[in-house]
């Protein structure tokens, strides 16, 4: 009963396709940055690009370089900012022990995610590719960045025609179709998004409703006060102690981690405390969660 439109997925090129070889020569910019790289750069998950290394501090090895030949830096996913992109998500504001132990389960199969395309998660190879001190010293790192919102979030009855682009959507610019149910997220430009741009903007697309029917479910709970979201996740969901802060994060991430809580595909130990928050929900409800949370201010103070 996994929805398969919560995980686009690009399938796999075929068996014997060559591997893309990246333009080396052509420089390229995003908005407000006076960096250019190539594409060959952009692409470089031993040295990443860095479009704003004045809004960060010094990026530590594991987070810059990774460590070959598996342990791809986490900067290339998840940006040197830390404020990821929706298929991998934010780093930013992460307690330490959160992140180290989330990356541990990915390493040890207790944390997978429920794709119905069956592609593997490619945060497992990596998490194999680090020791526990290298992803705790990227995870200091991030535990002190702030985290800024990126998505606008839009309740219709049509969306944007969209594709696949990996593991995201991208507009097609072709025309609109009903939103049927469903939470589409995409960025503002596919080529910024693919230039690995921090500052790209995403609009999350959800039905009209949503984001009251999430509030309902926000406060009290889904069913009753044990649940409701805020005595584990904090006043304004900002986090608590390990409990790791979700207002603000990219929507389409949230709802797939309420799938992957409520399949199971999250079942390292501390993932208890949310089955009894996410058994009883339709898929309808955890779309207008993850659109309320995601529409929630990200930090007590946003930077700008
Ligand atoms: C090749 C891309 C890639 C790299 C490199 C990468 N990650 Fe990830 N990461 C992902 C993806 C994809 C997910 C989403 C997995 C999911 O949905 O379960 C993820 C999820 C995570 C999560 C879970 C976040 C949450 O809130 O649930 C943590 C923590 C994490 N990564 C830490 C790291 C650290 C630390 C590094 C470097 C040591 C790193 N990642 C490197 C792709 C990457
Ligand atoms: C009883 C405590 C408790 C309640 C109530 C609770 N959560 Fe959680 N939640 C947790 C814990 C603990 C984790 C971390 C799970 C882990 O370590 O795998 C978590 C993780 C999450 C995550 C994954 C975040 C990430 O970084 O991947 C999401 C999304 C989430 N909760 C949403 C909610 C929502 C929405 C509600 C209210 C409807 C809620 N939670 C209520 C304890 C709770």
Same mark, same amino acid.
């Given at each position: /009963?996994?929805?398969?439109?919560?995980?686009?997925?690009? *399938?796999?090129?075929?068996?014997?396709?060559?591997?893309?070889?990246?333009?080396?020569?052509?420089?390229? #910019?995003? +908005?407000?940055?006076?960096?250019?790289?190539?594409?060959?750069?952009?692409?470089?998950?031993?040295?990443?690009?860095?479009?704003?290394?004045?809004?960060? *501090?010094? /990026?530590?090895?594991?987070? =810059?370089?990774?460590?070959?030949? %598996?342990?791809?830096?986490?900067?290339?996913?998840? &940006? +040197?900012? #830390?404020?990821?992109?929706?298929?991998?998500?934010?780093? @930013?504001?992460?307690?330490?022990?959160?992140?180290?132990?989330?990356?541990?389960? /990915?390493?040890?199969?207790?944390?997978?995610?429920?794709?119905?395309?069956?592609? @593997?998660?490619? /945060?497992?190879?990596?998490?194999?590719?680090?020791?526990? %001190?290298?992803?705790?010293?990227?995870?200091?790192?991030?535990?002190?960045?702030?985290?800024?919102?990126?998505?606008?979030?839009? $309740?219709?009855?049509?969306?944007?025609?969209?594709?696949?682009? !990996?593991?995201?959507?991208?507009?097609? !610019?072709? !025309?609109?179709?009903?939103?049927?149910?469903?939470?589409? $997220?995409? +960025?503002?430009?596919? $080529?910024?998004?693919? &230039?690995?741009?921090?500052?790209?903007?995403?609009?999350?697309?959800?039905?009209?409703?949503?984001?009251?029917? #999430?509030?309902?479910?926000?406060?009290?709970?889904?069913?009753?006060?044990?649940?409701?979201?805020?005595?584990?996740?904090?006043?304004?969901?900002?986090?608590? #102690? %390990?409990?790791?802060?979700?207002?603000?994060?990219? *929507?389409?991430?949230?709802?797939? =981690?309420?799938?992957?809580?409520?399949?199971?595909?999250?079942? %390292?130990?501390?993932?208890?405390?949310?089955?009894?928050?996410?058994?009883?929900?339709?898929?309808?409800?955890?779309?207008?969660?993850?659109?309320?949370?995601?529409?929630?201010?990200?930090?007590?103070?946003?930077?700008?």
């Amino acid at each position: /009963m996994v929805p398969a439109w919560a995980f686009p997925t690009s *399938p796999p090129p075929p068996k014997g396709t060559p591997p893309v070889v990246y333009d080396s020569v052509t420089l390229h #910019g995003v +908005p407000n940055s006076t960096q250019r790289y190539t594409r060959k750069q952009v692409a470089n998950a031993f040295d990443i690009p860095d479009w704003f290394p004045r809004q960060h *501090p010094a /990026m530590p090895s594991s987070v =810059q370089y990774g460590v070959r030949p %598996d342990g791809r830096a986490c900067g290339f996913c998840h &940006l +040197p900012d #830390g404020q990821g992109r929706p298929e991998n998500g934010t780093l @930013a504001g992460l307690p330490v022990e959160y992140t180290v132990r989330q990356v541990r389960a /990915m390493r040890d199969g207790t944390r997978g995610h429920a794709n119905p395309s069956g592609t @593997a998660n490619p /945060m497992i190879s990596v998490a194999k590719g680090f020791a526990d %001190d290298e992803v705790r010293t990227a995870a200091r790192y991030y535990a002190r960045l702030r985290l800024t919102r990126r998505n606008i979030i839009r $309740e219709v009855a049509d969306v944007p025609t969209t594709r696949i682009a !990996g593991l995201l959507y991208a507009l097609d !610019g072709t !025309g609109t179709e009903p939103i049927a149910g469903r939470l589409i $997220e995409a +960025p503002e430009s596919i $080529e910024r998004h693919e &230039l690995r741009d921090p500052w790209v903007r995403y609009t999350t697309y959800v039905p009209l409703g949503s984001l009251a029917r #999430g509030r309902r479910l926000t406060t009290p709970g889904p069913v009753g006060a044990p649940t409701n979201c805020a005595t584990c996740h904090g006043p304004q969901l900002l986090g608590v #102690g %390990d409990v790791p802060p979700i207002a603000g994060r990219a *929507p389409s991430n949230l709802l797939r =981690q309420l799938i992957n809580f409520r399949t199971r595909a999250r079942r %390292d130990s501390t993932a208890t405390p949310m089955y009894a928050v996410v058994d009883s929900l339709t898929i309808d409800d955890m779309v207008a969660l993850a659109a309320y949370v995601g529409s929630l201010p990200p930090s007590r103070s946003p930077r700008k």
